[in-house]
């Protein structure tokens, strides 16, 4: 494997009234409508909490503050690239009136229990969706501090 299919990623794992946030998109490789957490490439000179606020952002309009990481979770991708994600957890005691996608690939917005989750016509993007709302059910709360400011 080569360099350039190794990806380091992030994702917004955003619960509000026990419901999660999932952004509706287009799979490059299949075409097919999906449904994923906020999530996306670390861009170069970005620190990982500077990444994931700005794919929230872009992806769903809203500017929230992490109050937890769930770890670090793997894929290796049908399209041959490994991706390496960090995982954000988002709990808004509170939500704006107005907000909206700025990123014209995120299709709609969808606030979801785990159960209709589950029953969605729409499929998730990888497993890592359904693998990050098990760890955050099951309580996993890690603290920011244990990710070191770049040096």
């Keep these: 494997m080569s360099r350039a299919q190794l990806h380091l990623t992030v994702a917004a794992i955003v619960c509000y009234q026990q419901r999660f946030l999932l952004v509706e998109e287009t799979d490059k490789l299949s075409a097919k409508r999906v449904l994923n957490q906020p999530a996306g490439h670390v861009e170069q000179d970005e620190d990982l909490l500077s990444a994931v606020k700005r794919e929230l952002l872009e992806e769903t309009g809203l500017q929230l503050e992490p109050s937890a990481w769930l770890g670090i979770s793997q894929l290796h991708a049908a399209n ?46 990888s497993a890592l969706v359904s693998d990050a709302i098990a760890l955050y059910c099951q309580g996993v709360r890690l603290p920011l501090q244990l990710i070191q400011a770049v040096r």
Excluded: C, M
């Design 80 to 125: 041959g690239h490994r991706y390496v994600r960090v995982n954000f957890v988002f709990e808004p005691t509170a939500l704006p009136t107005h907000y909206a996608p700025q990123d014209s690939d995120i299709k709609a917005l969808h606030w979801l229990s785990r159960e209709e989750i589950s029953r969605a016509s729409l499929p998730l993007r």
